[in-house]
C-alpha cells in the first residue's frame, strides 16, 4: 500500500524510512488489538517516520491501553479533525490500511524494521548534531566535554530496546532463580555476586553483586588499595567467557575489570599486582634489588598475567561525567563486570560550580551509583577515613568517620572498613628498659602480626559483621586467615 504519504520522503532529505513497514503494522494493529501487547515492548509513536502514522499509532495505543477498541470506526472520531490525515483522504484512509492488513504473525518484524530505522535516522541527526557543536567557537563548550556528551548520547542511544520485562509467569521466575542458584554452585561458593577471591567475605557479601556501590574506606597504611587490588585482580584472574545461565555470551566466571587509578600510577599498580602474583616483596621490586630467581618469578609472573583482563586508567582528577565515559567505552570495547575508583575523594564533580565539598562528593557518588546502575555492574569506591578515629582509644573506624559521610553512607550499597590494629599497636612499643612492658607488648604483636579485619559497618541486602583475613605487607597482599581449628587440624593430619 505505497500510495500513502506521499510528501514523506521530503521531511529528511535520504533519511532511512519504510512506509509500507508503517502501514502494515498499523493495519494489523487496528485489525486485531491483541498485536499491541506483542509490539509496544520495541515500537513507540515516536519512531515512525510518517507523523500521521505515529499519532495514529498514539490514538490506538491509548485506545487500548483503556480496555476500549481501536478500530477504523473508532479512531475517526479522533483523528477526523487530523490535518495531515486529511490530506492522505481523511479517515478512509485507516480503513485502508486495515483492509491492506496482511499477515498479525507477521507484525513484530515489522515493528521491529519501523524501530531498527529509526535508530539509524537517530544515529544520523547526533552525528549532524555532533559536527554541528564542533563547528562552533564557544568558550564555555571544551572539545573534551563535547566528546563526553556525545559517548553518552551514543550510549544511550544503544542501550535502547532493551526494555522493561513487565509481569512474567512464577515459572519463569522460578527458572531465573534456580539458574542464579546453579551459577552460585558452580562457584564453589553459593554466590550470587562475583566472587572475590576471599572465602570469608564472600560468605558475609554474598560476592559483589551488579548496580551495587561499596565503599571500602580506611586512614591511610591500612592497605585499602592494596585489598581492592587484590579483589579486582583475582576478579580479573577468574575470568572464564561462555553462554550465561541467562542465554547471551558472557562471564561466567570472574569478569573484566577497569581500575581507575586515581593516585597511583599504572605502574605502580601494576607492580602491586605481580608481587602478589610472583611472592616477591613489593618494596625489593621498586629498588630492583631481586635475587635472579625472584627475577625470574616476576618476569614469570608478568607473562602470566599478559592475558589478564584488567584495564587500570591513571588519569588524575578525573571529572564523574568523564570517568562515566570511559567506564561505557570500556564495557562497549572489552566488555566491564566490575569497576574499582580509588579513590573517591579524588575525582572532581561533572560542573565547576558547586556549593562546598560536601556537595561535590555527593554529586560524586550519586554518579558512581548511577554508573553501575546504568552499566548493570558492581562498582567499589575507596575512601579516605577523618583524623578523628587517631584520637580515640578503640582505633577501629564507623560510619561517623567517613568524611563528608552523609552523602557516602546514603548512596552506598556497602560500607567496609579495613582495619589493621597490628599498625598502631606496632607504635606503641615501649622503650628497652622496661623488660615487662616489652614481653606485654611482644605478646601482643605476635597474637596481631599478620592479621587484619574488613568491618562491614552497612550492607543494604545482608547482614553486617566483621571478617578476618591474613595480611602480608611485604607482597601487599590480603588472603583468607586460616582458622585455629584448621591449623589444629592439617597438624592432626599430618
Same mark, same amino acid.
Given at each position: 500500500?505505497?500510495?500513502?504519504p506521499?510528501?514523506?520522503?521530503?521531511d529528511v532529505? &535520504?533519511?532511512?524510512?519504510s512506509?509500507?513497514?508503517?502501514?502494515?503494522?498499523? +493495519?494489523?494493529l487496528?485489525?486485531?488489538?491483541?498485536?499491541y501487547?506483542?509490539?509496544?515492548?520495541?515500537?513507540?509513536?515516536e @519512531?515512525?517516520?510518517?507523523?500521521? @502514522?505515529?499519532r495514529?499509532?498514539?490514538?490506538?495505543?491509548?485506545?487500548i491501553?483503556?480496555?476500549?477498541?481501536a478500530?477504523?470506526?473508532?479512531?475517526?472520531?479522533?483523528l477526523?479533525?487530523?490535518? +495531515?490525515?486529511? %490530506?492522505? &483522504?481523511?479517515?478512509?484512509?485507516?480503513a485502508?490500511?486495515?483492509?491492506?492488513? !496482511?499477515?498479525?504473525?507477521?507484525?513484530?518484524?515489522?515493528?521491529?524494521?519501523?524501530? =531498527?530505522?529509526?535508530?539509524? #535516522?537517530e544515529?544520523? &541527526?547526533?552525528?549532524?548534531?555532533?559536527?554541528?557543536?564542533?563547528?562552533?567557537?564557544?568558550?564555555?563548550?571544551?572539545? #573534551? =566535554?563535547?566528546i563526553?556528551?556525545?559517548?553518552?548520547?551514543?550510549?544511550?542511544? *544503544?542501550?535502547? +530496546?532493551?526494555?522493561?520485562?513487565?509481569?512474567?509467569?512464577?515459572?519463569?521466575?522460578a527458572?531465573?532463580?534456580v539458574?542464579?542458584?546453579?551459577a552460585a554452585?558452580?562457584r564453589?561458593?553459593g554466590?550470587?555476586g562475583?566472587?572475590? *577471591?576471599?572465602?570469608?567475605?564472600?560468605?558475609?557479601?554474598?560476592?559483589?553483586?551488579?548496580?551495587?556501590?561499596? !565503599?571500602?574506606?580506611?586512614?591511610?597504611?591500612m592497605?585499602?588499595?592494596?585489598?581492592?587490588?587484590?579483589?579486582?585482580?583475582n576478579?580479573?584472574?577468574?575470568?572464564?567467557? *561462555?553462554?550465561?545461565?541467562?542465554?547471551?555470551?558472557?562471564a561466567?566466571?570472574?569478569g573484566?575489570?577497569?581500575?581507575?587509578?586515581?593516585?597511583?600510577?599504572?605502574?605502580?599498580?601494576?607492580?602491586r599486582v605481580?608481587s602478589? %602474583?610472583?611472592?616477591?616483596p613489593?618494596?625489593?621490586? #621498586?629498588?630492583?634489588?631481586?635475587?635472579? =630467581?625472584?627475577?625470574?618469578?616476576?618476569?614469570?609472573a608478568?607473562?602470566?598475567?599478559?592475558?589478564?583482563?584488567?584495564?587500570?586508567?591513571d588519569t588524575p582528577?578525573?571529572?564523574?561525567?568523564?570517568?562515566?565515559?570511559?567506564? #561505557?567505552?570500556?564495557?562497549?570495547?572489552? *566488555?566491564?563486570?566490575?569497576?574499582?575508583?580509588?579513590?573517591?575523594?579524588l575525582?572532581?564533580?561533572?560542573?565547576?560550580?558547586?556549593?562546598g565539598?560536601?556537595?561535590?562528593?555527593?554529586? !560524586?557518588?550519586?554518579?558512581?551509583?548511577?554508573?553501575a546502575?546504568?552499566?548493570?555492574i558492581?562498582?567499589?569506591?575507596?575512601?579516605q577515613?577523618?583524623?578523628?578515629?587517631?584520637?580515640?582509644?578503640?582505633?577501629?573506624?564507623?560510619l561517623?568517620?567517613?568524611?563528608?559521610?552523609g552523602?557516602?553512607?546514603?548512596d552506598?550499597?556497602?560500607?567496609?572498613?579495613?582495619?589493621?590494629e597490628e599498625?598502631?599497636?606496632?607504635?606503641?612499643?615501649?622503650?628497652?628498659?622496661?623488660?615487662?612492658a616489652m614481653?606485654?607488648?611482644?605478646?601482643?604483636?605476635?597474637?596481631?602480626?599478620?592479621k587484619?579485619?574488613?568491618i562491614?559497618g552497612?550492607?543494604? @541486602?545482608?547482614?553486617?559483621?566483621?571478617?578476618?583475613l591474613?595480611?602480608?605487607?611485604?607482597?601487599?597482599?590480603?588472603?583468607?586467615?586460616?582458622?585455629?581449628?584448621?591449623?589444629?587440624?592439617?597438624? =592432626?593430619?599430618?
Amino acid at each position: 500500500m505505497a500510495d500513502g504519504p506521499a510528501g514523506a520522503d521530503a521531511d529528511v532529505a &535520504g533519511a532511512p524510512h519504510s512506509i509500507e513497514a508503517e502501514q502494515a503494522l498499523l +493495519g494489523a494493529l487496528l485489525v486485531n488489538n491483541d498485536v499491541y501487547d506483542r509490539v509496544a515492548a520495541v515500537v513507540r509513536a515516536e @519512531h515512525f517516520y510518517e507523523p500521521v @502514522h505515529a499519532r495514529i499509532f498514539e490514538a490506538a495505543a491509548n485506545r487500548i491501553q483503556k480496555n476500549a477498541l481501536a478500530s477504523p470506526v473508532t479512531l475517526k472520531a479522533f483523528l477526523e479533525d487530523d490535518e +495531515g490525515l486529511r %490530506a492522505l &483522504g481523511g479517515p478512509p484512509y485507516l480503513a485502508r490500511l486495515a483492509g491492506a492488513a !496482511i499477515s498479525l504473525f507477521a507484525a513484530k518484524d515489522y515493528a521491529r524494521l519501523v524501530y =531498527d530505522l529509526a535508530i539509524r #535516522r537517530e544515529l544520523i &541527526g547526533l552525528g549532524q548534531d555532533i559536527a554541528a557543536k564542533a563547528s562552533r567557537m564557544d568558550l564555555d563548550d571544551e572539545p #573534551r =566535554d563535547q566528546i563526553v556528551a556525545a559517548e553518552q548520547a551514543l550510549y544511550q542511544l *544503544g542501550e535502547q +530496546g532493551k526494555v522493561d520485562k513487565g509481569f512474567q509467569s512464577f515459572l519463569r521466575a522460578a527458572t531465573d532463580a534456580v539458574n542464579v542458584a546453579n551459577a552460585a554452585y558452580r562457584r564453589d561458593g553459593g554466590l550470587a555476586g562475583l566472587s572475590t *577471591g576471599l572465602a570469608d567475605l564472600d560468605a558475609k557479601l554474598g560476592g559483589l553483586h551488579p548496580s551495587d556501590l561499596l !565503599i571500602l574506606a580506611g586512614r591511610p597504611s591500612m592497605g585499602k588499595t592494596s585489598l581492592a587490588t587484590n579483589v579486582a585482580f583475582n576478579i580479573a584472574k577468574a575470568y572464564r567467557k *561462555g553462554i550465561r545461565p541467562d542465554g547471551p555470551e558472557g562471564a561466567i566466571d570472574g569478569g573484566v575489570v577497569g581500575f581507575f587509578s586515581l593516585e597511583m600510577s599504572a605502574e605502580q599498580l601494576a607492580a602491586r599486582v605481580l608481587s602478589e %602474583a610472583a611472592r616477591v616483596p613489593s618494596d625489593r621490586i #621498586r629498588r630492583g634489588d631481586l635475587t635472579e =630467581d625472584e627475577m625470574r618469578r616476576f618476569i614469570e609472573a608478568a607473562k602470566a598475567l599478559e592475558a589478564c583482563p584488567l584495564f587500570i586508567d591513571d588519569t588524575p582528577a578525573l571529572p564523574i561525567s568523564t570517568l562515566a565515559a570511559r567506564a #561505557r567505552r570500556l564495557k562497549r570495547q572489552h *566488555g566491564l563486570d566490575a569497576l574499582f575508583v580509588d579513590y573517591l575523594q579524588l575525582a572532581k564533580p561533572a560542573s565547576s560550580r558547586s556549593e562546598g565539598r560536601v556537595q561535590e562528593v555527593s554529586e !560524586i557518588t550519586q554518579g558512581l551509583k548511577a554508573i553501575a546502575k546504568e552499566l548493570n555492574i558492581p562498582v567499589v569506591a575507596l575512601s579516605q577515613l577523618s583524623r578523628q578515629v587517631e584520637s580515640r582509644e578503640d582505633k577501629r573506624p564507623q560510619l561517623s568517620d567517613l568524611r563528608e559521610s552523609g552523602s557516602i553512607e546514603q548512596d552506598a550499597d556497602v560500607v567496609m572498613f579495613v582495619f589493621r590494629e597490628e599498625y598502631y599497636k606496632e607504635r606503641e612499643k615501649p622503650g628497652e628498659h622496661d623488660g615487662e612492658a616489652m614481653m606485654k607488648w611482644q605478646t601482643a604483636m605476635d597474637a596481631l602480626r599478620g592479621k587484619a579485619e574488613v568491618i562491614i559497618g552497612k550492607q543494604r @541486602h545482608g547482614p553486617i559483621g566483621t571478617v578476618d583475613l591474613a595480611f602480608e605487607g611485604e607482597f601487599t597482599r590480603f588472603s583468607n586467615l586460616v582458622k585455629a581449628y584448621q591449623a589444629t587440624a592439617q597438624v =592432626d593430619f599430618r
